[in-house]
T-cell receptor, first 109, second 113 residues
Framework: GQNIDQPTEMTATEGAIVQINCTYQ??????LFWYQQHAGEAPTFLSY??LDGLEEKGRFSSFLSRSKGYSYLLLKELQMKDSASYLC??????????WGAGTKLIIKP | ETGVTQTPRHLVMGMTNKKSLKCEQH?????MYWYKQSAKKPLELMFV???????ENNSVPSRFSPECPNSSHLFLHLHTLQPEDSALYLC????????????FGPGTRLTVT
């Protein structure tokens, strides 16, 4: 079957760095998305990886290893506003998104 | 209005009621989606429309009935729902159904009593 695994919850300190991991099993693969969702709000797009390697976008970076079925989202210089859920989603051979349950990130001062 | 809008934002309905959720996108996208989001569960894709044609129906019960009159509007008609249908219903749009980022509306928080 198709599956996405990511940790349920993580805690980090303001100003620090945190890495949120995601492993996926899909029938075919056409890329991996990361979305951010603040409580009570809509998910918003953060990144898309289809090739192996690291994509950097400001304080956020996303990494993909297709051979390992693995991705991570790296958040640097954490701010209180980064407290949110981070959703990992892989695109299968039919371009359907398979979603993880999300990782709730708690930032402490 | 910009982006993706949804109405109503909150809805409480009885199991015998009929109601509709509305979604409108102002982005010129061709694909629209309905998702169900329950607490601590992955987003569940319900329906996909591409150029007004339904391309996915992920085994959704018939008490949920989608309608897509044009590429900008999407409805979800609800009737004889069950308490377990209580959830956040999110609408999204994207340029196409292939690997494009999706833009989400704020959602409708539905409570079935």
């Amino acid at each position: 079957g198709q599956n996405i695994d990511q940790p349920t919850e993580m805690t980090a300190t303001e100003g620090a760095i945190v890495q949120i991991n995601c492993t996926y099993q899909t029938s075919g693969f056409n890329g991996l998305f990361w979305y951010q969702q603040h409580a009570g709000e809509a998910p918003t797009f953060l990144s898309y990886n289809v090739l192996d390697g690291l994509e950097e976008k400001g304080r956020f970076s996303s990494f993909l290893s297709r051979s390992k079925g693995y991705s991570y989202l790296l958040l640097k210089e954490l701010q209180m506003k980064d407290s949110a859920s981070y959703l990992c989603a892989a695109t299968d051979s039919n371009y359907q998104l398979i979603w993880g349950a999300g990782t709730k990130l708690i930032i402490k001062p | 209005e910009t982006g993706v809008t949804q109405t109503p934002r909150h809805l409480v309905m009885g199991m015998t009621n009929k109601k509709s959720l509305k979604c409108e996108q102002h982005l010129g996208h061709n694909a629209m989606y309905w998702y169900k989001q329950s607490a601590k569960k992955p987003l569940e894709l319900m329906f996909v429309y591409n150029f007004k044609e339904q391309t996915e129906n992920n085994s959704v019960p018939s008490r949920f009935s989608p309608e897509c009159p044009n590429s900008s509007h999407l409805f979800l008609h609800l009737h004889t729902l069950q308490p377990e249908d209580s959830a956040l219903y999110l609408c999204a749009s994207s340029q196409g159904v292939e690997s494009y980022e999706q833009y989400f509306g704020p959602g409708t928080r539905l409570t079935v009593t």
